[in-house]
């Protein structure tokens, strides 16, 4: 197994950066549980959704629905655009993004600057409101019809899945069959479902939850507005096909202020995580005192914070909305501080 997952000393793509990402323990408690993180942001783009990228074109490239001088339409909230960004300039494809104001703007000038034509659905609103919906509307009908132009469709593309695989293989590989806990969040479901599914295939039972937004609906309501971007299925969005009911063991939800203060609160560690990592990694940490003596829980980390100095890390963007909580924070600081006295 470990050949498979060796990178060469030299590379003449970009995407053959992408994997072998490495795992940072968090924090531990005194029974010799711990909290490792897969921190996927050490992909190129600083995602783990580069690897679904990847995996899309090329299915859509094995079936002959891309060809040379090929278009990609996807709608996107950011990262999965900026990995079908790279991969589309490798490979001399035109990459179109459907996109709405919801996405950081980072992501957004990130995109643009590799190439990508962005086509906004809310071109003339300054609301914050999520458009998935109308985003994947757009997205199907820009490609209708159209020869050598795909849409790819990432939550209902079984490519999305097939993409995490590697995440299996280099968890069992680091980690053997000690893995208690995988815990990460629910999107499009490819990257949580997608790894849980190969991963049994590698090791004996293990424990998966998926973490989504409050306001998201993969797990019931009630439905409302949230601000973790990339994640969830806001109302009157369906619920992504790789959103594997049988493969998650419990769906749980955290709020935005949760979420993000624990973000903050990490990044006083020296590390930097995005804002649904944020609410992977809260309930990672309220979990993790009440496991049994010696579990391993790993969490999925989707991407860093980088791209969010101007909303998760930026004081007052946070306090315009009110989510921002310095008692959260302190609290969340405060447990952290205890877990990582135990590493």
């Not at 409050?214 to 969005?237: C, L, M, R, V």
Request: charged fraction near 25%.
């Amino acid at each position: 197994m470990s050949g498979a997952l060796e990178r060469p000393a030299v590379v003449t793509r970009v995407s053959d950066l992408i994997g072998r990402t490495p795992l940072l323990e968090l924090a531990a408690t005194e029974t010799g549980s711990r909290l490792l993180l897969k921190l996927e942001m050490y992909n190129p783009t600083g995602t783990a959704k580069i690897r679904m990228a990847r995996a899309m074109i090329d299915a859509a490239e094995s079936t002959g629905a891309l060809r040379t001088g090929g278009r990609i339409i996807e709608s996107t909230s950011g990262n999965t655009g900026l990995g079908l960004a790279v991969v589309a300039a490798e490979r001399g494809y035109t990459f179109t993004a459907v996109v709405d104001r919801h996405a950081a703007a980072d992501k957004l000038r990130t995109m643009k600057a590799l190439g990508t034509e962005l086509v906004y659905v809310d071109a003339d609103s300054d609301g914050e409101e999520l458009h998935t919906a109308a985003r994947e509307e757009l997205a199907e009908d820009m490609a209708r019809g159209r020869d050598n132009t795909v849409f790819t469709e990432q939550h209902n593309n079984p490519a999305n899945g097939v993409g995490y695989f590697p995440v299996a293989h280099e968890l069992a590989e680091a980690l053997g069959d000690g893995i208690g806990v995988l815990i990460g969040a629910v999107g499009t479901g490819g990257g949580l479902c997608g790894t849980s599914r190969e991963l049994r295939t590698l090791i004996p039972r293990f424990t998966t939850i998926g973490v989504e937004p409050k306001g998201s609906i993969a797990f019931g309501g009630p439905a409302h507005d949230y601000y973790q971007s990339g994640t969830g299925t806001p109302e009157g969005a369906g619920i992504g096909a790789l959103v594997d009911f049988g493969l998650i063991d419990e769906g749980v939800k955290v709020g935005d202020i949760e979420a993000f203060a624990t973000c903050r609160a990490v990044a006083r560690t020296g590390l930097l995580i995005g804002g649904s990592a944020g609410g992977v990694v809260h309930e990672a940490l309220t979990r993790l005192p009440g496991l049994p003596p010696g579990t391993t829980m790993v969490a999925l980390i989707n991407d860093g914070g980088e791209k969010y100095m101007d909303t998760v890390f930026d004081d007052d963007w946070m306090a315009e909305r009110a989510l921002l909580s310095p008692r959260t924070e302190r609290e969340v600081e405060e447990h952290l501080t205890k877990l990582r006295g135990n590493r």
